[in-house]
Structures are given as structure tokens and as C-alpha cells.
């Protein structure tokens, strides 16, 4: 069963970088409403996060309605961050708490972890990577379909190691912003 989920979800990942491809605009654009993005986001990884016994916790920085303003594709904004989160339930210990913060300027995710080494974090974009000595599956897939969704929308993506007072890798956290 394990291989026919995987198996499905890689061609769900491949069937939207498909889409994807080929657009220079969202299809359909429309002021958008994070909550409800955030929330079906949240929904769609719930029982993975259950299996892997994480939480994640929403946390609103501005009234919902002021969250990085921006018209665009509800279901393709809801994808972005569902990838967000679904990398960072994979790749954290079991039993963490992933943060999605929502603010006025940006979206953040921060997940506890070993990060990533340097050479690798700009290299996590590319179709098909993943750095060596993963014991998480997955196709590496899921930040190359965010990384477009992101440019779709004139959406800046970032990914930087999160340290520890002693500078050693602790998490990661992802940006979103204008």
C-alpha cells in the first residue's frame, strides 16, 4: 500500500508541474483569503501529521484579512503551502511542532530539524533533488511545484537553516513574500 501512495503522489506532483509549465499567469485570480487557504492546507496534511505525531500550529501576526495581500489562484496557493507543509512534517523529527505564521508582509514556516547543509538549500528547487542521506521519502518535487507557484503569483520564496546560539543547524524555515 506504502508504494501505491507514493506512486500516486508523484504523479500528482508530476501531473501539476505539467500545468504548470506552461502558464505565465494563474488561471483564475481573485483577492485571496489565507484563512481559508491556511486552513485547507492544514486539513489536507492532517493525517500525515497524525502518523508522524506533529502539530501544526497557525499563527496569525496581523488580522487574517491583512495577510500578504495579493490576488490570486485559490487552489494553486493552496497547493504552495500545503507542499510547505507536508516538506516540513517529512523532513522533522516526530512528535515537533511545525509553525505556519501568517503576517502582513509575509508567510513563514519553521520546522525543527538538521536543516540543510549550505551547497544544498538553493539546490532544493531543482526538479528531482534531494541531498544525500535522506531517510525521508519523497520525488523531490515539492519545492520546484512551490518555486513556480511562487513566481505564478510575482511571489519571492526563501529557504534558510535555522541555528542555534553554538551556530549549529536546528530547522528550517521558508519564506514566502512579495
Not at 52 to 77: E, I, N
Not at 106 to 129: K, S, W, Y
Request: glycine content about 6%; overall charge positive.
Amino acid at each position: 500500500m506504502n508504494s501505491i501512495d507514493r506512486t500516486s503522489h508523484l504523479v500528482d506532483q508530476l501531473f501539476t508541474l505539467s500545468r504548470l509549465d506552461h502558464l505565465t499567469a494563474p488561471f483564475y485570480t481573485a483577492t485571496v483569503n489565507w484563512t481559508d487557504i491556511s486552513s485547507e492546507a492544514i486539513e489536507s496534511v492532517k493525517l500525515y501529521a497524525r502518523e508522524r505525531h506533529c502539530r501544526v500550529r497557525r499563527q496569525f501576526q496581523t488580522k487574517p484579512a491583512a495577510v500578504l495581500p495579493l490576488s490570486g489562484d485559490h487552489t494553486l496557493l493552496t497547493i504552495l503551502i500545503r507542499n510547505l507543509l507536508d516538506n516540513a512534517i517529512r523532513y522533522s523529527p516526530e512528535y515537533s511542532t511545525i509553525n505556519l505564521i501568517l503576517a502582513a508582509r509575509n508567510i513563514t514556516i519553521t520546522n525543527p530539524g538538521n536543516g540543510v547543509a549550505p551547497e544544498n538549500l538553493q539546490r532544493l528547487r531543482e526538479r528531482f533533488f534531494r541531498p544525500a542521506g535522506q531517510k525521508a521519502r519523497g520525488s523531490g518535487l515539492g519545492l520546484s511545484i512551490v518555486d513556480s507557484i511562487a513566481q505564478l503569483h510575482g511571489l519571492k520564496f526563501g529557504i534558510n537553516d535555522i541555528k542555534n546560539k553554538l551556530g549549529q543547524r536546528v530547522g528550517l524555515q521558508v519564506e514566502i513574500h512579495n
